[in-house]
């Protein structure tokens, strides 16, 4: 496989601005660091990402990925970043076929107000196969804890969604970026450029786990499925066509999961319960 050029420019995730307390006082704080990245294909361009710009070379490939304009990675040559511009410029080996219909349907989905998908959320959704794949009530414990204790931008600036993928309890990378859909879409491109496959981690005990502190919209489930990855873990709730999604490709969505508790929303049977471990019920007064 032929993995392409990818520059690795970085931008500040934080800025420091003055602001007034109400108690009066003017102190500094840190906010995140949003900024425009327009993203040019062979010449062309294609769209304007906002991003924090932690690892913009892995948001522009994993875009390409979840839109399913660029089926496999050793298509891609290069991906150039430049923030003085603000763009980014992908040269492809061959071209993509048939790109400005592909580009023609936009949908704008739940995505904090930006996101959006190139044509309809479902027209491929039968051809997605998830690995057999469940974890453990005390793996789920494990991942929650895991991003409790993660260091984040969002624990010092807040405004922002972090993202991270596990497998098992290991967390293999955690994202954080002004829209969910964004710091997805890092995770995807940083997925296309490992050779580990989801299948081999589900086959060797250590299933591949999407977590999002945001809420699982369709684009979520349906980006996790294209991502192969069978499980995902939000600590927010889930949408109706996220649910309808999620049933219909067997992929497990659980929500709410924030100390010892959770939702299995769909899939029941990829999460192993171990009720023990929950701690005692609390019973209503009379």
Same mark, same amino acid.
């Given at each position: 496989?032929?993995?392409?050029?990818?520059?690795?420019?970085?931008?500040?995730?934080?800025?420091?601005?003055? +602001? !007034?307390?109400?108690?009066?006082?003017?102190? =500094? $704080?840190?906010?995140?660091?949003?900024?425009?990245?327009?993203?040019?294909?062979?010449?062309?361009?294609?769209?304007?990402?906002?991003? &924090?710009?932690?690892?913009?070379?892995?948001?522009?490939?994993? @875009? #390409?990925?979840?839109?399913? &304009? $660029?089926? +496999?990675?050793?298509?891609?040559?290069?991906?150039?970043?430049?923030?003085?511009?603000?763009?980014? +410029?992908?040269?492809?080996?061959?071209?993509?076929?048939?790109?400005?219909?592909?580009?023609?349907?936009? !949908?704008?989905?739940?995505?904090?107000?930006? =996101?959006? $998908?190139?044509?309809?959320?479902?027209?491929?959704?039968?051809?997605?196969?998830?690995?057999?794949?469940?974890?453990?009530?005390?793996? #789920?414990?494990?991942?929650?804890?895991?991003?409790?204790?993660?260091?984040?931008? @969002?624990?010092?600036?807040?405004?922002?969604? =972090?993202?991270?993928?596990?497998?098992?309890?290991?967390?293999?990378?955690?994202?954080?970026?002004?829209?969910?859909?964004?710091?997805?879409?890092?995770?995807?491109?940083?997925?296309? &450029?490992?050779?580990?496959?989801?299948?081999?981690?589900?086959?060797?005990?250590?299933?591949?786990?999407?977590?999002?502190?945001?809420?699982?919209?369709?684009?979520? $489930?349906?980006?996790?499925?294209?991502?192969?990855?069978?499980?995902?873990? /939000?600590? /927010?709730?889930?949408?109706?066509?996220?649910?309808?999604?999620?049933?219909?490709?067997?992929?497990? +969505?659980?929500?709410?999961?924030?100390?010892?508790?959770? #939702?299995? @929303?769909?899939?029941?049977?990829?999460?192993?319960?171990?009720?023990? #471990?929950? =701690?005692?019920?609390?019973?209503?007064?009379?």
């Amino acid at each position: 496989m032929r993995l392409p050029f990818l520059t690795e420019a970085r931008a500040p995730l934080t800025r420091e601005i003055a +602001a !007034v307390n109400e108690h009066g006082e003017e102190g =500094g $704080v840190s906010i995140p660091a949003e900024r425009p990245l327009t993203v040019y294909v062979d010449r062309r361009e294609l769209v304007t990402l906002m991003t &924090l710009g932690a690892r913009p070379e892995w948001l522009v490939l994993g @875009y #390409l990925r979840n839109q399913r &304009l $660029v089926r +496999a990675v050793d298509e891609v040559e290069s991906v150039t970043v430049d923030w003085e511009v603000g763009a980014a +410029a992908v040269k492809t080996r061959s071209g993509i076929e048939r790109i400005e219909e592909r580009t023609a349907r936009r !949908v704008v989905t739940t995505g904090c107000g930006q =996101g959006s $998908v190139f044509g309809g959320l479902m027209d491929e959704i039968d051809a997605i196969s998830l690995p057999d794949a469940a974890i453990t009530q005390s793996q #789920l414990y494990g991942i929650v804890n895991a991003i409790r204790l993660q260091e984040s931008t @969002y624990k010092s600036a807040g405004s922002v969604h =972090g993202c991270a993928l596990f497998s098992g309890e290991e967390m293999l990378l955690f994202v954080e970026d002004v829209g969910r859909h964004n710091a997805i879409d890092t995770i995807a491109g940083w997925m296309w &450029l490992q050779e580990t496959a989801p299948e081999d981690r589900a086959s060797a005990g250590a299933p591949l786990v999407f977590y999002t502190t945001g809420r699982l919209t369709s684009e979520m $489930v349906m980006k996790s499925a294209q991502m192969g990855v069978p499980i995902v873990v /939000s600590r /927010s709730g889930i949408t109706q066509m996220g649910h309808d999604i999620a049933l219909r490709l067997g992929l497990c +969505a659980i929500g709410r999961a924030a100390n010892r508790r959770f #939702l299995c @929303y769909t899939a029941p049977h990829r999460l192993q319960l171990q009720p023990e #471990l929950a =701690g005692p019920k609390l019973r209503a007064v009379a």
